[in-house]
Structure formats: structure tokens, C-alpha cells
């Protein structure tokens, strides 16, 4: 085999990368042909916790010819089994690999939960972090929970940076509110938690709201007006908002989609079918959002 030959073969094979020896976890996915030459994302998942889907997102943007870091943020070795208190170290030690790699330019993707990671990790890595994609977003930090045994309010901050507490807003809640949830949701014919995050995104405390005006680097909101988990086009518009107010340099959008649900991705999930956005006459209208929406995120990718 020659010199070239090895050299492309080692560059097309995957990574991975584990907290205990790298400080993170995650697989490094590179396209055969490089599009965007310079440049990788790293993207992760909501509150779902699963590092399976956001491999395959991975896969969908490698396709398409860009280097992808998918990465986990909860429930791998080494990581957070709650959404609570979890730490935004490794996120800034994978954008540091990359960078050393020789990646000159550095973008988040996140989505749910992981859209307010995406924000307010970029918030605090200027310079490392050169561009946010945060898909169904949240435009304040939350307080935490757990999934174990039902969900429970945990009695503090989702994130931690460096570690300090990032400032949250909390529920105001002893416990969470299972019954009323699972009442409205059946009602609704679709999972919402809209009503409990809607006073979040309103009236935030003040410290939580996220410093999105300090990210360095443009930054893309996508969102669903058939968003009825948690109220993402609300939240975007704030962002949008505060970024106006701050005058943010660089430059910002927010696609405001009118199909979708709050799984506003560019692939098919069998979790989607929980929303009605992405059920019967529905169904093909929200595929052509997401796959527009995916569309749109690799010409912002290629703007950088």
C-alpha cells in the first residue's frame, strides 16, 4: 500500500474518544471528500441522552461531506447520569482537539437540551467555539433534573463551567408536577411540557439568561411553530431579541419552521411519532421542513 493510499485511510477511519484517557467522549466522524475544508461540528443530543441518534446525525452531516464530532454529554462512563449539574468542561476539551487537529473554525449543534448546552458553552468558550446551531433552543439556563424512577427536580443548576454552578432559573416547584403533565399530554394527543417551561422563557431570572452576544461567531436558531414540548420559537425570538439589543456583531437567523415538532431533525426517529407535528397529514410536511432545515444549516456551515 503506498504512503498516500495509508495516509487516506487512517484520515476516512473513525475516532473515539473516551473521558478517563481524552477528557471526553465522543466519535469523530470524517468525510472521504471534505466539503468544508477548515471546519467541524460538534453535535449532541436533548434530554434524551442517547449517544446512538446523535451518531447517526453525525453520519448525516459526514455524508454530506463535513467533519462531525458527536459527542456525549450524560448517561456514558465517566459522564452525568442527571440532567444536573453537568459539567461543560469536556465539551471545551473536544473543541480544544479539534482545534489542535487543525480545525480552524469550531461549531456546536445541539438540539433540546442540548441546544441550551450549545448556547451557553459557546457563550463561555469565545474563541474556541466559532459558531452555534441550537434546534429547538432554549434562551435561558434551566434548572436540573432527573430522569431515574420518574422525573425529579433536582435543587440546582443543569451546568456546571470550570467548576462553579452556571446560574439557573428554577421551576419553582417542590416536585414535578407527573399528573398534570401526563393529563395535558393526553389531552393534547402528543407529549407537551409546554406550560412548565413557558414562565422560563418569559420572566428568567436575570443572571441565567444566556450571554448569547458573546459568542464568537454566527449563530443559527431553528425552530417549530408545532413545537409543544417546550416553547422553542418563543425562546429563539428572545435570543434574536437580546442579540439586536447587544448589537452582536456577527451574523444571526432564526428559521421559524410551520411544520415540525420539538425533534427537529434531518432523519427519521421512531420517538417523533410521541408529536403530532410528525403524524398523519403532518407527516410530509415536517420531512420537508427538517431536510430544509438541514439544508440551511450546511450553507450556514459554508458562510462561516
Not at 17 to 27: A, I, L, N, R, V
Not at 89 to 107: F, I, N, Q, S
Not at 156 to 168: D, I, K, N, Q
Request: proline share 6%; glycine share 8%.
Amino acid at each position: 500500500m503506498s504512503k498516500q493510499a495509508s495516509e487516506f485511510q487512517e484520515k476516512s477511519k473513525n475516532k473515539t474518544f473516551h473521558m478517563k484517557t481524552d477528557g471526553f467522549h465522543g466519535e469523530l466522524f470524517r468525510p472521504e471528500q471534505d466539503s468544508y475544508p477548515g471546519k467541524a461540528l460538534i453535535c449532541f443530543s436533548g434530554s434524551d441522552g442517547r449517544f446512538e441518534w446523535t451518531r447517526m446525525l453525525a453520519q448525516v452531516f459526514q455524508a454530506h461531506g463535513l467533519t462531525v464530532l458527536a459527542l456525549a454529554y450524560v448517561m456514558e462512563e465517566g459522564l452525568p447520569r442527571a440532567f444536573y449539574h453537568i459539567p461543560i468542561d469536556p465539551l471545551e476539551t473536544a473543541a480544544r482537539h479539534l482545534h489542535g487537529m487543525g480545525y480552524e473554525k469550531v461549531g456546536l449543534w445541539g438540539i433540546s437540551k442540548g441546544a441550551e448546552l450549545a448556547l451557553t458553552a459557546g457563550s463561555h468558550l469565545p474563541g474556541l467555539v466559532n459558531a452555534v446551531v441550537a434546534v429547538a433552543p432554549m434562551n435561558a439556563v434551566c434548572q436540573g433534573f432527573s430522569e431515574e424512577k420518574g422525573i425529579t427536580i433536582m435543587p440546582g443548576s443543569a451546568w456546571t463551567f470550570h467548576g462553579e454552578e452556571v446560574p439557573y432559573t428554577p421551576f419553582g416547584l417542590d416536585k414535578f408536577p407527573t399528573g398534570q403533565v401526563v393529563w395535558k399530554s393526553l389531552k393534547a394527543r402528543e407529549v407537551t411540557m409546554y406550560d412548565l417551561y413557558i414562565p422560563l422563557v418569559k420572566n428568567p431570572d436575570p443572571a441565567a439568561i444566556i450571554r448569547a452576544e458573546d459568542i464568537t461567531g454566527p449563530i443559527l436558531l431553528i425552530s417549530s411553530k408545532m413545537d409543544t414540548m417546550w416553547p422553542s420559537s418563543e425562546a429563539a425570538e428572545q435570543v434574536v431579541g437580546r442579540l439586536r439589543e447587544k448589537g452582536f456583531s456577527y451574523p444571526y437567523q432564526h428559521l421559524n419552521y410551520d411544520y415540525g415538532s420539538h425533534l427537529f431533525v434531518p432523519m427519521e426517529l421512531r420517538l417523533a411519532k410521541a408529536f403530532k407535528g410528525e403524524r398523519g397529514k403532518y407527516k410530509e410536511l415536517s420531512r420537508k421542513a427538517r431536510m430544509d432545515s438541514l439544508i440551511k444549516t450546511l450553507e450556514f456551515v459554508a458562510r462561516w
